[in-house]
């Protein structure tokens, strides 16, 4: 009977948010690989069923310009910032993905759709101030 070999305790295998760093764990616990925030703090990261992440810093303090919302790969390296819904506006709401494109509320209080492979805005529209503040409120 072949012996099972024994899993590599320090085989990245988990990803978790560490003093606002994205990190992949290892089986010990220990960080293995840290993305650092490129503006304020990681507040949530989604996996993808493509081995992707994509990523939301705090929109508050964030560089002006940048988008706080991201994707990157397995190895944590950046592939696309996402498209801004104006130039003054950030991403606030906790991402989702629903029929295959991401959805974010802006801090303005805009639902983005975003195509999954660039970050391009597919469409967007207005929602209640009032559903915009408690969105952002419920996801940090």
């Avoid at 899993?7 to 293995?32: F, Q, T």
């Avoid at 992707?52 to 929109?59: D, N, P, T």
């Avoid at 494109?101 to 983005?112: K, L, P, Q, T, Y």
Wanted: proline share 6%.
């Amino acid at each position: 009977m072949p012996q099972k070999p024994i899993p590599d305790p320090e085989d990245p295998n988990s990803l978790a948010i560490i003093d606002g760093a994205l990190c992949r764990m290892n089986r010990k616990g220990r960080a293995v690989t840290r993305h650092e925030p490129i503006g304020s703090a990681v507040v949530q990261f989604l996996a993808t069923s493509e081995g992707r992440l994509v990523v939301r810093e705090h929109a508050f303090g964030f560089l002006q310009g940048f988008s706080n919302l991201y994707c990157l790969d397995s190895a944590l390296r950046l592939i696309w910032f996402a498209e801004l819904p104006s130039e003054t506006d950030l991403y606030a709401g906790a991402v989702t993905e629903e029929a295959g494109v991401f959805v974010c509320i802006s801090v303005a209080g805009v639902a983005c759709r975003l195509d999954p492979g660039t970050g391009k805005i597919l469409s967007s529209a207005p929602v209640a101030r009032s559903m915009a503040i408690v969105e952002a409120q419920s996801s940090d």
